[in-house]
């Protein structure tokens, strides 16, 4: 069964860290480019970054700058996003997302989805 799953969200105050995980089965991650992708409450889904097949970067939101990072571990077949100084702007349900070739912001572009994880920074 192909499958993404997310975990590690939790509630962190302000300036904490946290990493996110995602797992995936039936299909490896090292050949597909990721998209960690959030949706805040209210807001519309958005794509925070995104890593290549080759992890190169690209980050989409000003927001993130280097608070977020990304790795990979192919033995595990996972990948993680890395929070550091959280905001209570990062409030959100994160989710990753696979896809071939190239990175895309839009979500219907990719091949796979997790079901998310919540990540709550209180004010």
């Known amino acids: 069964q192909v499958q993404l799953v997310e975990s590690g969200g939790d509630l962190v105050q302000p300036g904490g860290s946290l990493r996110l995980s995602c797992a995936a089965s039936?299909?490896?991650?090292?050949?597909?480019?990721i998209g960690w992708f959030r949706r805040a409450p209210g807001k519309g889904r958005e794509l925070s970054l995104c890593?290549?097949?080759?992890?190169?970067?690209?980050k989409y939101l000003d927001s993130v700058g280097g608070r977020f990072t990304f790795s990979r571990d192919n033995v595990k077949n996972t990948v993680y996003l890395h929070m550091q100084g959280v905001k209570p702007e990062d409030t959100a349900v994160y989710y990753c997302?696979?896809?071939?070739?190239?990175?895309?912001?839009?979500?219907?572009?990719?091949?796979?989805w997790g079901q998310g994880t919540q990540v709550t920074v209180p004010s």
């Open positions: 997302a696979a896809k071939e070739w190239q990175c895309s912001r839009q979500w219907g572009r990719y091949d796979y």
């Open positions: 039936g299909f490896n991650l090292h050949s597909h480019a």
């Open positions: 890593a290549s097949t080759t992890d190169a970067i690209t």
